[in-house]
């Protein structure tokens, strides 16, 4: 397991409710002990307790979040300085304003942390998704405030964890197992319904856009997602469920209406792609391809980016660059599963990306003919 500092001041200063039954008690210290400085790293120790385990992942998850949440503000400088992976990498000299734009050029107009838009079927943020998250807050008790961000932002989700790490870490101190069990179970849920469904193809995305410190804190947040699931349970590991199977919405080439902007959207939802693609990845691979992307949201430059390629005879490098963005995906997350221990938590996102090759490969095939793979009757692209 993991030790932890704390987010300190830059909290809100009451948390909220326990998980229905469980105990009041004081707030955990989140004073952090002298000479135990803190790495994020995984690490099993027969010497760390239950209870100090539940109290570091706390900690930890609390911190995380206030980082997603507001970014490397001067309140947290200092509890982040104290973590050596990460401040191996923080932005030296500090300079508040260009963290701030740091943050939003990231999650602000690239890699936008929502459950929903990683896992609803449409792409789109809120609905089901959303309302499925809400449903998991009621279920353990954790009251969610959603005027600044909707209930599957990354940060109330780890919030949410961080609210249940303590409430087991109490339970251990008034000698109730019940509880403990109950905090444990509702971890597990938490983690393989939600978190842990969609955060490793966050974090693969959130690395391919070249800002080391947050590349390095969704690698730890990861890691530390998939060491706190496979701590809960002594005969099960993590199981992470994504809605709608591989393959299942793969787009008919042979249809009539399958066209350049069917394709952009199956690309951009990445419960069906297994990718997640941000403006920067567009930009960057319609420089590769030399073909124009345009501005604005990524679903338009996506469009404008194929329609483009095609207008322009470069849909055969486009189609490379979007084979060698899955590729490149796929490395990445077999990776964090061999890395993690845990390749049942890649797999579902891998599945995904085999079936995208898959669909590349007979647009590759029928770029150049009237009669493409498996019957295709009009040559691609289809404008």
């Not at 701590?231 to 299942?248: F, H, I, V, W, Y």
């Not at 979007?322 to 049942?344: H, I, K, M, P, Y």
């Amino acid at each position: 397991m993991v030790t932890a500092v704390p987010c300190g001041s830059s909290g809100p200063s009451s948390r909220p409710p326990r998980p229905t039954g469980c105990p009041r008690r004081k707030a955990i210290s989140t004073t952090p002990k002298q000479g135990r400085p803190w790495t994020p790293r995984p690490v099993r120790s027969p010497m760390f307790s239950s209870h100090q385990a539940a109290v570091a992942c706390a900690r930890a998850f609390d911190l995380f979040g206030h980082l997603y949440r507001h970014g490397l503000t001067p309140a947290l400088w200092d509890q982040v300085e104290g973590l050596p992976a990460l401040s191996a990498v923080m932005p030296r000299p500090y300079n508040a304003d260009a963290a701030a734009a740091s943050f939003q050029t990231l999650f602000g107009l690239n890699v936008f942390p929502y459950q929903s838009l990683f896992l609803d079927p449409a792409g789109l943020l809120g609905g089901a998704e959303t309302e499925r998250v809400r449903a998991s807050y009621r279920q353990m008790g954790f009251a969610v405030d959603e005027d600044s961000e909707p209930a599957d932002h990354l940060a109330h989700e780890l919030a949410a964890l961080a609210f249940l790490c303590q409430a087991e870490a109490e339970a251990w101190e008034d000698g109730r197992a019940d509880m403990v069990a109950r905090a444990r179970q509702l971890q597990a849920s938490f983690l393989d319904e939600h978190l842990l469904a969609w955060l490793p193809a966050f974090t693969v995305a959130v690395q391919r856009q070249g800002d080391p410190f947050y590349a390095e804190l969704a690698g730890l947040t990861l890691a530390l997602a998939v060491e706190r699931r496979h701590s809960l349970t002594e005969n099960s590991r993590a199981q992470p469920t994504l809605p709608a199977g591989e393959g299942s919405t793969l787009p008919d080439l042979d249809a009539p209406h399958t066209d350049l902007d069917a394709i952009a959207g199956f690309l951009l939802t990445p419960v069906h792609s297994g990718l997640y693609l941000s403006r920067g990845d567009i930009s960057r691979m319609g420089r590769a391809a030399g073909a124009p992307h345009g501005f604005g949201e990524r679903r338009q430059m996506l469009r404008t980016f194929l329609r483009s390629a095609a207008e322009f005879d470069r849909f055969g490098p486009a189609l490379a660059t979007l084979q060698a963005l899955v590729d490149e995906t796929a490395r990445t997350l077999g990776r964090c599963g061999e890395e993690l221990g845990s390749q049942a938590v890649v797999e579902p996102w891998l599945a995904r990306l085999r079936a995208t090759e898959a669909l590349f490969q007979k647009l590759t095939a029928a770029l150049d003919g009237p009669q493409g793979p498996q019957g295709t009757a009009t040559a691609w692209p289809r404008k």
